[in-house]
C-alpha cells in the first residue's frame, strides 16, 4: 500500500528565504506527483505536476523535483513571501486512478 | 487555467437530512472526477472516483449508499450524503480531471455541518 509523508510537518521562515519541502513515498512504481496548496478552509491549488519519466518541473519561483528511484520529492520555493503561507501537500498517482496525499507541510512565510 | 466550481460553499442542516453537493468543470470536458474527505488538520483520503457514464468506484470503508455519487456529464458530478449525521460534519471536496495523463484540478470544497 503506497504511504506519502511529508518533512517537516511545519515551517517557519523570515520573508526573502529560501527553502525546501519534502515528500517521501513508499512505492516507486508512479504514474505521476502532484504538488498543491491549500490555504485554510479552501480547496486546493495545484503547483506542480511531474509525470513518472520527468525529473523535474518549473514554474516562477518554484521547482519540484522527483527521484522515483528513492521515493522522494523535494518542492523549492525562492525568496519566499508572505503571500506562500499555506499547507503545501505533496501527492502520488498510483496505477489506475488512486491519488495519495501526504499530510501536508505547514508553511509560515514572516514579513 | 482549468477551473473546477464547486456548491454550495457551506452547509448547515439537521441530523436525518439529504445533502448534495455539486461539482462543474468550467472550461474543460472532466472524463474522471473525484470526491475526497478532509477532517481537521488532516489530508485527503479519496472517497470515490467516477468517470462520465458509469457507476462510481468507491475506496473501501466508503458506504456507496450513504454517498451517492453521479456524473452524468462530462462537466457535472454531485455527492449525495443521504440521512446525514453529526459524524459525516466534514471538508468534502471534489477535484476533475481532462485525461488520464492531466493534472487534477480541484473545487473549493463544500464544507457540511450536521446539527
Known amino acids: 500500500k503506497q504511504e506519502v509523508t511529508q518533512i517537516p510537518a511545519a515551517l517557519s521562515v523570515p520573508e526573502g528565504e529560501n527553502l525546501v519541502l519534502n515528500c517521501s513515498f513508499t512505492?516507486?512504481?508512479?504514474?505521476?506527483l502532484q504538488w498543491f496548496r491549500q490555504d485554510p478552509g479552501k480547496g486546493l491549488t495545484s503547483l506542480l505536476l511531474?509525470?513518472?519519466?520527468?525529473r523535474e518541473q518549473t514554474s516562477g519561483r518554484l521547482n519540484a523535483s522527483l527521484d522515483k528511484s528513492s521515493g522522494r520529492s523535494t518542492l523549492y520555493i525562492a525568496a519566499s513571501q508572505p503571500g506562500d503561507s499555506a499547507t503545501y501537500l505533496c501527492a502520488v498517482r498510483v496505477g489506475g486512478q488512486n491519488f495519495v496525499f501526504g499530510p501536508g507541510t505547514r508553511l509560515s512565510v514572516l514579513p | 487555467g482549468a477551473v473546477v466550481s464547486q456548491h454550495p460553499s457551506w452547509v448547515i442542516c439537521k441530523s436525518g437530512t439529504s445533502v448534495k453537493i455539486e461539482c462543474r468543470s468550467l472550461d474543460f470536458q472532466a472524463t474522471t472526477m473525484f470526491w475526497y474527505r478532509q477532517f481537521p488538520k488532516q489530508s485527503l483520503m479519496l472517497m470515490a472516483t467516477?468517470?462520465?457514464?458509469?457507476?462510481?468506484?468507491?475506496e473501501q470503508g466508503v458506504e456507496k449508499d450513504k454517498f451517492l455519487i453521479n456524473h452524468a456529464s462530462l462537466t457535472l458530478s454531485t455527492l449525495t450524503v443521504t440521512s446525514a449525521h453529526p459524524e459525516d460534519s466534514s471538508f468534502y471536496i471534489c477535484?476533475?480531471?481532462?485525461?488520464?495523463?492531466?493534472?487534477?484540478?480541484f473545487g473549493d470544497g463544500t464544507r457540511l455541518s450536521i446539527l
Open positions: 467516477s468517470n462520465e457514464g458509469s457507476k462510481a468506484t468507491y
Open positions: 511531474i509525470q513518472s519519466s520527468q
Open positions: 477535484s476533475a480531471r481532462q485525461g488520464s495523463a492531466q493534472p487534477q484540478h
Open positions: 512505492d516507486s512504481a508512479i504514474y505521476n
